[in-house]
């Protein structure tokens, strides 16, 4: 018999958090809205890189509830881990990119990470991510003032 993992009050409110902010993204990425995206993201005031255990645990929290929202797909989940991240003061970027090879039906089909400095957060392995073409990143950055 499968033992399940208990989970604290503190896990159940960032499983709710992380649920709240995938539909949004989605709802916003399926109406063509990224650019109110961006610059809700941009709105957060970022200080620092999270510590690897922030990392992680907003990575498990937020590819656990994708699995509940219908087509959260890597965009998807990379955005909403960038706007988790913003939120509490962290660092990080969504990075698109191309495999070097096409699928089966010879098409490129991008793909996005979440990235804090270095470290891969969401969108696979490190293997994988260094196999990609980079093509742009999307960074946590409040939208510029004309002068």
């Not at 990119?97 to 996005?112: C, E, K, N, T, Y």
């Not at 490190?126 to 946590?140: A, E, G, N, S, T």
Request: with cysteine; net charge positive; proline share 5%.
């Amino acid at each position: 018999m499968a033992r399940l993992r208990r989970i604290s009050a503190r896990q159940v409110c960032l499983l709710l958090e992380c649920l709240f902010t995938v539909a949004v993204v989605r709802c916003a990425l399926s109406s063509r809205r990224s650019d109110w995206l961006r610059r809700r993201i941009g709105t957060f005031t970022v200080h620092s890189m999270a510590p690897n255990h922030r990392l992680a645990e907003i990575a498990w929290a937020v590819a656990a509830v994708s699995r509940s929202v219908p087509k959260a797909s890597c965009l998807t989940q990379a955005t909403a881990g960038q706007w988790i991240l913003a939120r509490r003061g962290f660092d990080s970027i969504v990075r698109i990119s191309v495999p070097p090879l096409a699928d089966a039906q010879g098409r490129i089909a991008p793909h996005a990470w979440l990235m804090a400095g270095d470290t891969v957060v969401l969108g696979g392995t490190v293997d994988l991510y260094q196999r990609h073409r980079m093509l742009h990143d999307y960074p946590v950055r409040a939208p510029s003032v004309a002068r």
